[in-house]
């Protein structure tokens, strides 16, 4: 599609989510080939490969060193879950989240040296945002 639109790359950016990629058999190596001065952003989340689980993706490092992106984004469904990708204990505010309702989505984003974390509720009930690095 991006090459019927003949839009310059500084206008017109793509989303690598190697987790969606997985699912649908899409090698993410040949996306980052055909698109890599368009990815702006990739969502890091791993799957069994048949359905969009949004597991933790321990071996996230050689895909944030092979892709071109400017933001890296940890989509998960719990801070233990993004925990458990980077190596790290979980902080205090995640035991027990993995037992609720799969109603949110936790993002952790890497640009540069800055971390920036946000949970959301999938639903109007609430949204809490916390940064860090």
């Not at 996230?60 to 458990?84: G, I, Q, R, S, W």
């Not at 980077?86 to 609720?100: H, K, L, S």
């Amino acid at each position: 599609m991006l090459d019927t639109v003949d839009v310059d790359p500084t206008y017109l950016g793509v989303t690598l989510d190697v987790g969606h990629a997985k699912i649908n058999g899409e090698d993410c190596q040949e996306f980052v080939e055909r698109f890599g001065e368009r990815i702006r952003v990739c969502h890091l989340h791993d799957n069994d490969g048949t359905a969009d689980r949004h597991k933790p993706l321990p071996a996230y490092e050689p895909l944030v060193e092979a892709v071109p992106a400017d933001c890296f984004v940890f989509e998960m469904k719990t801070v233990a879950d993004v925990a458990t990708s980077v190596g790290v204990d979980a902080p205090p505010r995640a035991i027990g989240v993995e037992r609720r309702p799969i109603l949110s989505i936790t993002r952790v984003s890497i640009s540069g040296r800055q971390i920036r974390r946000e949970t959301r509720r999938h639903s109007n009930c609430s949204a809490a945002a916390f940064t860090g690095s």
